[in-house]
């Protein structure tokens, strides 16, 4: 039986790549789902080498490659990443692949049995990584954010700009554009496609319904269980509490005060 690793710091994106990898192999054995930089060195430090790893590209303390810079990885790897500038860097760490965001079945599928196939081979050495070209690569390569959408209201076509977004919200298998008046204007994106788009210093994927803005953030309150109550503005229509996890926490916490 296989034995993997997930490092992946966004829940819905992990609980995604978790229903396709049973789909796949019921049998295939999760050893954990890590969310940091820091957490994984520190379980790689203590725990055996899995059989996979799979590693998202951009994680929630910053690029997944600083992992490399204090642990010896053996494992093979798949590349989990919305940023496809990232992909022939992938291949130079001894990746067997890369998926892109959203994750879809198919291509999980044909990795995996890559992967399988793999696993029938004699083993080969893993390539030593350049992390110095790998670093010098990333920094050439800047994701381009977007400025601003356009939503239709009514027959007009209206642009709005990023600083007049509040936040995003996924309702009724729509994404609704909420504006800082309140306004909101449905566009075809899903979150996950969003936030691919979005510069990360303005906005945070609270859960899997809701994209906020950093100035929607009015104010933060203790609530159970380590989590945190956010009260936004504007409030959410349906007066629905919004609630960050005790998971998400000290990354909200930092993202906010940053």
Request: glycine share 4%.
């Amino acid at each position: 039986m296989m034995d993997v690793l997930i490092i992946e710091d966004e829940e819905p994106a992990a609980e995604r790549l978790i229903e396709l990898i049973g789909q796949y192999d019921s049998n295939i054995g999760i050893l954990a789902v890590l969310s940091s930089i820091n957490a994984s060195i520190k379980w790689l430090s203590e725990n055996r080498q899995p059989d996979l790893i799979f590693l998202d590209v951009h994680l929630s303390d910053g690029l997944c490659f600083e992992i490399f810079n204090q642990v010896k990885i053996q494992s093979p790897i798949i590349f989990c990443t919305a940023y496809n500038q990232y992909a022939l860097d992938a291949f130079q760490l001894h990746s067997i692949d890369y998926l892109l965001k959203p994750l879809q079945y198919e291509k999980l599928e044909k990795s995996l049995k890559k992967m399988d196939a793999m696993l029938g081979r004699p083993a080969s050495p893993l390539p030593e990584i350049d992390l110095h070209k790998l670093a010098k690569a990333i920094q050439v390569q800047k994701q381009p954010y977007k400025t601003r959408f356009m939503v239709k209201i009514g027959t007009k076509i209206k642009p709005v700009k990023i600083e007049q977004i509040a936040y995003f919200l996924s309702s009724n298998k729509l994404t609704l554009l909420v504006d800082n008046e309140g306004r909101n204007f449905p566009i075809d994106y899903s979150l996950d496609d969003l936030m691919t788009q979005l510069d990360p210093d303005l906005f945070f994927h609270v859960n899997r319904k809701l994209i906020i803005h950093i100035d929607a953030a009015q104010e933060i309150h203790p609530y159970f269980k380590g989590r945190l109550k956010l009260i936004l503005h504007p409030p959410m229509e349906d007066g629905a509490d919004v609630i960050i996890s005790s998971q998400k926490t000290p990354y909200f916490k930092r993202w906010l005060g940053q």
